[in-house]
């Protein structure tokens, strides 16, 4: 079982940076693909970018392709996501996932564990 706890969200103007952060516990990090998905108000949560277990291979939404940055550090357990540029439209609960696979998932209900989010809110 593997528990996931986000941090680092914020209140930022449009065009600053924010760099979340996933610390993950419970489980060998290192088996794991992570993700980070985000949800706005009244809209279906939706995938971001993800990582697989080694940072070799990342993948990214076309909407934060270019601004957005994921990464991992499997000694400290940890999935960070660098966020510049940032844009009202970025304005969200951010949530980070995880699951066993070697692949990287965009749906989210391929995922098995879950963070409790973190907002992010972008003002224009």
């Known amino acids: 079982q593997v528990q996931l706890v986000e941090s680092g969200g914020g209140l930022v103007q449009a065009g600053d940076s924010l760099r979340l952060s996933c610390a993950a516990s419970?489980?060998?990090?290192?088996?794991?693909?992570m993700g980070w998905f985000r949800q706005a108000p009244g809209k279906e949560r939706e995938f971001v970018a993800g990582?697989?277990?080694?940072?070799?291979?990342?993948y990214y939404a076309d909407s934060v392709k270019g601004r957005f940055t994921v990464s991992r550090d499997n000694a400290k357990n940890t999935v960070y996501l660098q966020m510049n540029s940032l844009k009202a439209e970025d304005t969200a609960v951010y949530y980070c996932?995880?699951?066993?696979?070697?692949?990287?998932?965009?749906?989210?209900?391929?995922?098995?564990?879950w963070g409790q989010g973190t907002q992010v809110t972008v003002s224009s």
């Open positions: 996932a995880a699951h066993q696979s070697a692949d990287i998932y965009t749906i989210p209900r391929l995922y098995n564990y």
């Open positions: 419970g489980g060998t990090f290192s088996n794991y693909a």
């Open positions: 990582i697989n277990w080694s940072g070799s291979n990342l």
